[in-house]
């Protein structure tokens, strides 16, 4: 089946659809015999040359995190884990492995955020995929703030935590920084 992007489902605004598309999708991961389907695409957009958008429910922090708790849990009545990314901030393609995204707490909470929280605590996404780029000086896919304090620490997130390929960069940092699995 070819299924529409994420941004298409999240114009909808309809959060009945975006189950029937999660459980839809997930039948047909679970057909292919797949244990993991890499989306929802969860990131809250800014720039919008990012070649990935697409992918993402949206630029809208409280549309997102309506159409993304009933997509996990359509997927996940499958058996079949949701993957939900990039968690967070990922809004460059461009040098994406070096840019660091400048955003003040307050931002990162009300902004970049509250979707994935979403995922953890409402529909208990069974993994998460870290983003590209720096925040506070550290890799996204092993930093400590967002995976160990504020993923695991503050939402009690007990899945596992997955880097996008070649996200990770410190193999003793990743160990020690929250990071479960490496692609």
Sequence with gaps: IAFPALSCLAATWNPELSLLYGKSIGEEARYRNK????GPGANIYRVPLNGRNFEYLGEDPYLTTKMVVPYIQGV??????????HFALNNHEANRYQVEM????????????????????????????????????????????LLNDILKGEWEFDGVVISDWGGAHDTPQAITNGLDMEF
Excluded at 35 to 38: K, R
Excluded at 106 to 133: C, D, H, N, S
């Design 35 to 38: 244990n993991v389907l890499l």
């Design 76 to 85: 996940q009545s499958n058996g079949v884990a949701a993957c939900v990314k």
């Design 102 to 145: 400048k955003v003040d707490d307050r931002t990162l909470y009300e902004i970049y955020l509250p979707a994935f929280k979403a995922a953890v605590q409402e529909a208990k996404a069974w993994a998460i995929m870290g983003a590209y780029g720096k925040y506070k000086g550290q890799h996204c896919c092993h930093n400590q703030y």
